[in-house]
């Protein structure tokens, strides 16, 4: 399994900027579709974005879409997530997450066997 370190949560007014990291352990990296999740306070974990090893293909959740940007550095395993035009209701714990495989539909935390600890975003208003 791959160790997993977000980083790059934090407090930010609605309109600002983040960029979340994640930090993998191991030499797979580039073998692991890599996927971003978030848990807002009493709700479930929600997909976020998904990539694909290569990092040639990329997947959002629609409220995200056009705000935030995956990506990733096999060279340096490492996951990133770019987020613009934050809002309030993009407050939750971030979470990465490394799968054996990248898919679009249907894609959830059942694709992922190993997870981050979690980095929190808060967005004011």
């Known amino acids: 399994q791959v160790q997993l370190v977000e980083s790059g949560g934090g407090l930010v007014q609605a309109g600002g900027s983040l960029r979340l990291s994640c930090a993998a352990s191991?030499?797979?990296?580039?073998?692991?579709?890599m996927g971003w999740f978030r848990q807002a306070p009493g709700k479930e974990r929600a997909f976020v974005a998904v990539i694909s090893g290569s990092g040639g293909s990329t997947y959002y959740a629609e409220s995200v879409k056009a705000r935030f940007t995956i990506s990733r550095d096999n060279a340096r395993n490492t996951l990133y997530l770019q987020m613009n035009s934050l809002k309030p209701e993009d407050t939750a714990v971030y979470y990465c997450?490394?799968?054996?495989?990248?898919?679009?539909?249907?894609?959830?935390?059942?694709?992922?066997?190993?997870w981050g600890q979690g980095t929190q975003v808060t967005v004011s208003s």
């Open positions: 997450a490394a799968g054996s495989r990248f898919r679009r539909a249907g894609v959830g935390d059942a694709d992922f066997g190993s």
């Open positions: 191991g030499r797979t990296f580039s073998s692991y579709a």
